[in-house]
């Protein structure tokens, strides 16, 4: 009998040491093997790490105009250079303005240009983004207006976003806080 708790105890012993299996953390996580548990990416939970959160906000770091559209309508953009002189606009889903930029004065229309920023946003609320070309003294010509969601589940937390609208294109560079 104490020969058979011994084997019993021993076996206990060396099955309760024994070095436990990593999971599959997947593509967003990575083992700690001493714990034998996922430890997730920024952004990701669960115990494979296949649940994406939703991050509470965003911070749009950046805003690049790409290009645009070299004429207006048919004729230059300006009566005294034939180049825009663009700003933009952000607007929440409420249309209240967010942020309004500095405009670069006869930017060229393939010649990109980004503005630093740090605007954070609700990454669930529909944002719009208007260009505009300042003109001194007269109403100012609309190059583009954009509505865009800033967080699309299912696309892996992207840190550059690319907008298009016929051939005007915008590039917003984020970062995401959980």
Do not use: R
């Amino acid at each position: 009998m104490k020969l058979k708790l011994l084997v019993l105890a021993f076996g206990l012993l060396f099955f309760s040491c024994s070095k436990k299996e990593c999971p599959d953390c997947g593509t967003h996580g990575t083992c700690n093997e001493s714990t034998a548990t996922c430890k997730c990416d920024t952004g990701y939970s669960g115990e494979k790490c296949n649940f994406e959160l939703v991050p509470t906000s965003m911070t749009i770091l950046g805003v690049k105009l790409k290009q645009y559209s070299a004429l207006n309508n048919g004729v230059a953009w300006d009566a005294f250079s034939s180049y825009a002189d663009p700003y933009f606009v952000l607007y929440s889903n409420l249309g209240v303005q967010i942020i309004k930029s500095g405009y670069v004065e006869d930017l060229q229309p393939n010649l990109p240009y980004t503005w630093s920023s740090n605007i954070t946003v609700n990454s669930l609320n529909t944002l719009n983004i208007v260009f505009y070309d300042y003109d001194s003294g007269s109403s100012d010509s609309k190059i583009l207006d954009l509505i865009f969601l800033p967080y699309t589940a299912g696309l892996d937390f992207p840190t550059v976003a690319t907008l298009q609208q016929e051939n005007t294109i915008v590039e917003l560079y984020y970062s995401y806080q959980f």
